[in-house]
């Protein structure tokens, strides 16, 4: 799964499935460029992907942002000359039960989790159909399909990565620019990690496999789809869960 001379744009890169993602591209011979909120974790992340002998740009841009989106893909552009591969990655979670939920509990998830595909998404197809290649790969999650109590936020965002996948794929297809979707189940995370014992092992016991899966597991996937290996896959969503949905 040879990317070299390819150049992938992973957004949320700074930690979790984000940085694995682009550290298991720029391994497969990448250049990366990528987004983060947080300077300290961004420049980990690039000292990591420069340490494999790629080169990388890191933006502080806030994806829910249009402005900032169209900005940052004009000057990777400039770096780089192209764009061949996008992750949507980057998401956020504002956890809390529907009667407890606030209105901007909503709206910022919605916000970051589908404007922010939406911008970046949009910025990026264009100079990919110009060079009649595209690999759009978006980060789903398994409660998008399950749902779950207390992120009727974040889950129907997450749903919302099913209807823009396809229709992508619809739009694009004849311009060989491909997206698909990856839904991680539960994933060994910062988020996880700070489960106690008995709420992790109330996950496991839902996992056919009897483990939480790693970000490593997710980044090997998307870097299938990254790959020309899978050039007649488009409009799919891969789910990646251990056997619970």
Wanted: some cysteine; proline content about 2%; overall charge neutral.
């Amino acid at each position: 799964m040879n990317l070299e001379n390819r150049v992938a744009l992973v957004t949320g890169a700074g930690r979790g499935i984000g940085k694995a993602i682009a550290l298991e591209l720029a391994e497969c011979g990448a250049d990366i460029v990528f987004t983060n909120r947080t300077p300290a974790l961004a420049e980990a992340t690039r000292a990591e992907v420069e340490s494999k002998g790629r080169r990388c740009l890191s933006f502080q841009a806030d994806v829910g942002d249009r402005e900032q989106v169209e900005r940052m893909v004009a000057e990777a552009l400039e770096a780089f000359s192209k764009i061949d591969i996008l992750v949507n990655n980057a998401a956020i979670t504002r956890d809390t039960l529907l009667m407890r939920m606030k209105p901007e509990d909503w709206s910022e998830v919605m916000r970051v989790n589908v404007d922010g595909m939406f911008y970046t998404t949009r910025a990026v197809v264009k100079p990919m159909i110009k060079q009649r290649y595209g690999r759009v790969i978006n980060i789903a999650s398994v409660v998008g399909f399950t749902g779950n109590a207390g992120q009727v936020n974040y889950s129907t965002a997450k749903s919302a990565v099913q209807g823009f996948t396809k229709s992508i794929a619809r739009e694009l297809g004849s311009r060989n620019v491909t997206c698909n979707a990856v839904a991680p189940g539960f994933i060994e995370t910062d988020m996880t990690r700070k489960l106690t014992e008995a709420q992790q092992q109330a996950i496991v016991d839902q996992i056919p496999l009897g483990r939480i899966g790693s970000a490593e597991e997710i980044a090997k996937v998307v870097r299938f789809l990254a790959s020309d290996d899978a050039a007649y896959i488009n409009g799919e969503t891969l789910h990646v869960n251990g056997g619970m949905y």
